[in-house]
């Protein structure tokens, strides 16, 4: 049917009524998404808009909006809220709002578009990931938001594509793989822009990869250069000097263990210089005793790099964690700004580490200007200001020693993924911390499973063990804290200790505001200055996402996502299950000071009982189920069989009680669209048997001790 002038009006505004896709939906006639380098550097300028994912390319996540500020938040109100079409998992995203149009990202990497005054959905967009492709996603399947550059959004998808998007329709204009298909990539980050060029990395450190960041031409998606983090084979060659120096620091063949090292959440750009800031993670595998045996700084894993926009060259790096063996890596935000130290103002870049030290670094150099921690540590004593390098504990070396070691922090870190924010009126950084230890025990490899986290690591061995009183202890011992920390200084200005750790990233406002949301459900401002609570609004559920602020037609707004997820939620197992809000439903809220909307009554929480069958399985067959639980299900099910997040908690699966069923489930797919891959590969169904008589057994168990 063909349709011209009023009609085509017509037709799109009855499809927008309806809530499909409008085929050209934009707002008052204004073209979407038209971002470009003058219009990010003005964007102080032009402060009602979000238009990248730190907001500007310092990645400050500084609004400088003033119309809602601490005299006056009190009065906030709920605007308008969406409830996104996804699976009630860990939502991470910081949506983006340009020109009154609002750019939201779910779990398996959806993109929804919507009117940033009313939620109304303009179009969405689905790159219908395969549910099987959730087994190589590390720490769920979140994605944590899109970039826009002149009238295209870019998606990364869990998947490895790279996908360009018309933001006025909502669809695809080009699509890249921008990993080998045959290798567990995975994309939860979300790319940035540096000047036309889309820069994406990726996950699967855990998984046999190499990791490498890439740059894209932002118009014809030709893949313009690509850094590797780490050496590859030396046979091969080396693809530039970065690489040949780097294949020094390493030992043994590491090239055909995928050294790690993945780009899988921060970069940051600096337009003057002219670099690409970017953190890199944990080599693979964690144990260098297997990856390097004979040690090595294994550059350039664990470490913050700068290279040329323009070319992707190396210019400087700095290991945060030479050798990591914790899985410390230095993926975290960094964010660039101008630092009063020693008299003269530094350009420097800074970030809370997941090994729980703050680092501020000359940007245009990488000299270490100061690290101080800001969580319990004790895999180090401090950083000696001569090399740069950590103090380590040698006894942390647990893949030396062969020995449990419980470090802290644990593999979740002192600080993670969750945004940070700086404001230059208060000098101050703000980001959730987490206190938290976790054992460490060296296991050979498996390196021909397609499933597993091929880390040299013992799931089993460092199981939470059922004693009472060191469950007691791990749980009392596991807390977050909102810090705002000075940088200049290097300590904590103020702190606020929260009821349940593993809370959201953070947005600070030059009406010298803090927001943040919580993993109880809650969305809360604080004082910027001295950490008052000046107000709070309940959100039903719980929040990992980070806060924006926006203006339209001179209202603020101030915008967030819940959905409660990530890597402590769906592997901590009962310490992440001890405190979190009942429900998760995948929903943005939208505040301003004359919001009028009511969320609907929270659905009801809808917990299965714990009924299970009748213990069935011997000491053998109990044993050999645990150890088959550890590590297949337990990095998505729960530590233990007791799900922290909310991924089905198996204890009360009606599917235990159902061998026909979980045979189904575990060894044929059946809910594979959903993630739960069919394990019959590796699984046999006598050990599929065997699995389901452990979570039985832990149900009689968690029913024994009354939860
Ligand atoms: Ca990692």
New binding site residues.
């Given amino acids: 049917m063909r349709t011209t002038g009023p009609g085509l009006l017509i037709v799109a505004t009855l499809l927008a009524a309806c809530g499909k896709p409008a085929g050209f939906a934009t707002l008052a006639g204004k073209p979407a998404a038209l971002v470009d380098a003058a219009r990010l550097a003005a964007a102080d300028a032009d402060p009602g808009q979000w238009m990248s994912h730190g907001r500007t390319s310092d990645e400050q996540r500084f609004s400088p909006l003033t119309t809602i500020d601490a005299g006056n938040v009190k009065d906030l109100k709920l605007a308008w809220h969406y409830d996104l079409d996804a699976i009630a998992r860990g939502q991470s995203t910081t949506p983006l709002v340009i020109d009154g149009v609002m750019y939201v990202t779910t779990t398996w990497s959806k993109l929804f578009a919507l009117d940033a005054t009313t939620g109304k959905l303009l179009w969405s967009y689905d790159p219908e990931v395969p549910g099987d492709w959730g087994v190589n996603a590390?720490c769920d399947v979140t994605n944590r938001g899109v970039a826009a550059w002149q009238g295209k959004l870019y998606l990364g998808t869990i998947d490895g594509r790279l996908i360009a998007i018309d933001a006025a329709t909502g669809k695809p204009v080009w699509e890249k793989f921008t990993i080998d298909p045959a290798q567990r990539y995975s994309i939860t980050g979300a790319p940035r822009i540096a000047n036309g060029r889309v820069l994406i990395g990726n996950g699967g450190?855990?998984f046999g990869v190499r990791g490498y960041l890439s740059a894209y031409d932002a118009d014809t998606g030709e893949m313009l250069w690509r850094f590797y983090t780490v050496p590859g084979n030396p046979a091969d060659g080396f693809e530039n000097d970065a690489m040949a120096r780097a294949a020094k620091t390493w030992t043994g063949q590491w090239w055909k263990l995928g050294g790690g090292g993945?780009v899988?959440e921060t970069i940051a750009y600096d337009p003057a210089l002219d670099l690409v800031y970017f953190g890199t993670?944990?080599g693979m595998p964690w144990s260098q005793k297997l990856r390097s045996p004979k040690g090595g700084d294994n550059l350039y894993i664990a470490s913050i790099v700068a290279v040329k926009a323009s070319t992707g060259e190396y210019v400087w790096h700095y290991q945060c964690t030479p050798g990591e063996v914790w899985?410390y890596?230095a993926?975290a935000q960094l964010i660039l700004a101008d630092l009063p130290v020693d008299g003269q103002t530094r350009h420097v870049v800074m970030q809370a580490n997941k090994n729980g030290f703050f680092y501020v670094l000359d940007r245009a150099t990488g000299e270490l200007l100061s690290a101080k921690t800001f969580t319990t540590i004790n895999w180090a004593t401090g950083i000696n200001p001569r090399t740069g390098r950590p103090i380590e504990n040698p006894a942390a070396r647990y893949d030396l020693s062969g020995e449990l070691f419980t470090a802290q922090p644990g593999?979740a870190g002192g600080h993670s993924w969750h945004a940070m924010s700086y404001s230059p009126k208060t000098g101050l950084v703000y980001f959730p911390a987490l206190d938290m230890g976790q054992g460490y025990k060296s296991a050979p490899l498996d390196l021909v499973s397609q499933f597993k986290f091929n880390i040299g690591y013992d799931f089993l061995a460092t199981s939470l063990p059922q004693d009472p009183k060191i469950k007691a202890a791990a749980k009392a011992g596991t807390v977050g804290r909102l810090l705002a920390w000075d940088p200049v200084a290097q300590k904590v200005a103020w702190s606020v200790e929260e009821t349940a750790p593993w809370t959201g990233g953070t947005v600070a406002t030059a009406g010298n505001l803090v927001f943040q949301g919580k993993a109880m459900g809650q969305f809360v401002a604080y004082d910027a200055t001295n950490g008052k609570q000046l107000w709070s609004a309940p959100t039903q559920a719980g929040i990992t996402a980070s806060p924006i602020t926006y203006s339209v037609d001179g209202k603020q707004y101030v915008a967030v996502v819940t959905g409660w997820g990530g890597a402590f939620a769906i592997a901590a197992g009962e310490i992440a299950k001890v405190k979190r809000a009942p429900t998760n439903t995948p929903r943005v809220l939208v505040y301003s000071l004359d919001g009028r909307d009511k969320l609907p009554p929270a659905p009801d929480p809808a917990v299965l009982p714990l009924q299970p069958p009748k213990d069935f399985g011997d000491a053998n067959m109990l044993a050999r189920g645990m150890a088959l639980y550890h590590p297949y299900c337990s990095n998505c099910h729960g530590d233990a069989a007791i799900s922290g997040s909310f991924i089905p908690d198996l204890t009360r699966s009606p599917a235990i009680a159902d061998e026909a069923l979980w045979k189904r489930i575990v060894l044929e797919g059946e809910r594979s669209a959903r993630g739960m891959v069919n394990f019959s590969a590796e699984i046999t169904p006598e050990g599929a048997e065997a699995i389901r008589a452990y979570v039985v057994h832990r149900a009689h168990q968690v029913l024994a001790e009354g939860q």
């Fill in positions: 590390c450190a855990e993945t899988w993670g944990n899985d890596d993926t593999p």
